[in-house]
């Protein structure tokens, strides 16, 4: 039998090792970000980035920014507070929240300060500028924008599961409410329903 040319021979090694699963390394392929995946069935970042962009839309589209503009004379301050994660899972609250503070900011129709965390951090560096910094870069004290509104919420699950089917139920439930009076101007409600069919596995 003649022998196989040795270009030959690497060739099909080369072809094996890619097809074959423990010959080493992994391929990574690049999504764009809008790109839905849903491996696992779970929260991910794209319920994050839908679920604020159709909440927050409808946010402002209803009568309290309107009347808002109407008595103040310029458009809202919003502060975006505590999201509660009352799931099952471990859901990234933090992003959630940049999504639905990216959305506002977005908008152009209101502003968005920042939250209790974020205003102590921004206080200690001011305080810090003190004696580091020239008189007329140092920032003041006091000048502060406060907000109008604040916005909170939480993520809640039901799981209803028989066999290799699961069916995770997701709602999340954000209100607006008006600092000084306490009334909720806004109630939102978005939700979201993922049917899960486990495969089977032989062997």
Same mark, same amino acid.
């Given at each position: 039998?003649?022998?196989?040319?040795?270009?030959?021979? /690497?060739?099909? /090694?080369? =072809? @094996?090792?890619?097809?074959?699963?423990?010959?080493?390394? &992994?391929?990574? $392929? *690049?999504?764009?970000?809008?790109?839905?995946?849903?491996?696992?069935? *779970?929260?991910?970042?794209?319920?994050?980035?839908?679920? =604020?962009?159709?909440?927050?839309? !409808?946010?402002?589209?209803?009568?309290?920014?309107?009347?808002?503009? @109407?008595?103040?004379?310029?458009?809202?301050?919003?502060?975006?507070?505590?999201?509660?994660?009352?799931?099952?899972?471990?859901?990234?609250?933090?992003? #959630?929240?940049?999504?639905? +503070?990216?959305? #506002?900011?977005?908008?152009? !129709?209101?502003?968005?300060?920042?939250?209790?965390?974020?205003? /102590?951090?921004?206080?200690?560096?001011?305080?810090?500028?003190?004696?580091?910094?020239?008189? +007329?870069? @140092?920032?003041? #004290?006091?000048?502060? $924008?406060?907000? !109008?509104?604040? @916005?909170?919420? =939480?993520?809640?699950?039901?799981?209803? %599961?028989?066999?290799?089917? &699961?069916?995770? #139920?997701?709602?999340?439930?954000?209100?607006?409410?008006?600092? %000084?009076?306490?009334?909720?101007?806004?109630?939102?409600? &978005?939700?979201?329903?993922?049917?899960?069919?486990? /495969?089977?596995?032989?062997?």
């Amino acid at each position: 039998m003649k022998p196989m040319n040795p270009l030959l021979t /690497a060739a099909v /090694a080369v =072809a @094996l090792c890619m097809i074959l699963p423990g010959c080493g390394g &992994k391929t990574v $392929t *690049r999504l764009d970000q809008d790109t839905v995946t849903d491996l696992s069935g *779970r929260w991910n970042d794209t319920d994050s980035r839908i679920v =604020a962009e159709e909440m927050i839309r !409808d946010c402002l589209s209803r009568p309290w920014i309107r009347q808002h503009v @109407l008595t103040e004379g310029r458009i809202p301050v919003i502060v975006v507070g505590a999201v509660r994660n009352k799931t099952m899972e471990h859901i990234p609250v933090d992003t #959630f929240i940049k999504s639905i +503070e990216r959305e #506002f900011i977005n908008s152009g !129709d209101v502003k968005v300060v920042a939250d209790a965390g974020e205003r /102590a951090d921004i206080r200690t560096e001011r305080e810090e500028m003190r004696g580091n910094v020239t008189a +007329e870069t @140092l920032k003041r #004290f006091g000048r502060e $924008t406060g907000a !109008d509104f604040v @916005l909170t919420g =939480a993520i809640q699950q039901i799981v209803d %599961e028989e066999g290799r089917r &699961k069916v995770s #139920f997701y709602q999340t439930d954000l209100e607006l409410i008006h600092v %000084e009076s306490n009334e909720k101007k806004w109630i939102g409600t &978005k939700r979201i329903k993922k049917d899960i069919d486990r /495969a089977r596995f032989s062997g």
